[in-house]
């Protein structure tokens, strides 16, 4: 087997290929590092990507007076010390919040929501039916204005005119509504 500093010249020589024989005679020991402060495993692995590419960018830097394998640990080690400071600024992260709020949602939440819901169809049945028709097809159907208006045998124009129309007919409600003190929506 090459001499690490063999390896790292011909790599540093245009021999990218080279470096898979770093990447595979370091990457046990480098993961081991890693796993001692992180403890999932995809996070082992993306970080452990991350310390090869980084040592690749670095090669130049590296001093072959050294040990390369000292060099190296030292990237995977200040790597993951970087990854433990990322999660204490963000020790929630959004997407778990996000998941949690899924799955366990309040249900004083559900049942506004649903009133919500209930208070904006039955004032959607109140409008002509060419608005809600537009309604309903941009917000229920998720259709563009171009694809409502074809299917309409509308211009584009029309089309934003009919919705624009109908949200100002529907925000006007609601704001009558919530200054009546009705506590609807």
């Known amino acids: 087997m090459q001499d690490d500093r063999e390896v790292i010249a011909e790599v540093l020589q245009g021999d990218k290929e080279a470096y898979a024989l770093i990447v595979n005679k370091y990457k046990g020991k480098v993961a081991s590092i890693l796993q001692r402060s992180l403890r999932h495993p995809h996070e082992v692995e993306d970080v452990l990507q991350e310390v090869f590419i980084k040592a690749y960018y670095s090669l130049s830097d590296y001093r072959p007076n050294h040990s390369f394998s000292a060099w190296l640990y030292r990237i995977a080690i200040n790597r993951g010390i970087d990854e433990l400071r990322k999660r204490r600024r963000a020790p929630f992260p959004a997407e778990i919040d996000a998941d949690l709020a899924d799955e366990c949602p309040i249900p004083e939440e559900v049942y506004l929501e649903k009133e919500q819901r209930r208070a904006l169809r039955q004032k ?9 028709t537009v309604l309903a097809l941009h917000y229920l159907q998720q259709l563009s204005y171009k694809e409502i208006g074809s299917k309409l045998s ?11 129309y109908a949200r100002k007919k529907l925000r006007d409600h609601f704001i009558r509504t919530e200054q009546k003190g009705e506590n609807r929506l």
């Not at 959607?124 to 608005?131: A, N, P, S």
């Not at 509308?154 to 624009?164: A, H, P, Q």
């Open 124 to 132: 959607m049945m109140g409008l002509d039916k060419e608005y809600r």
């Open 154 to 164: 509308l211009s584009v124009d029309t089309v934003r005119m009919r919705l624009s």
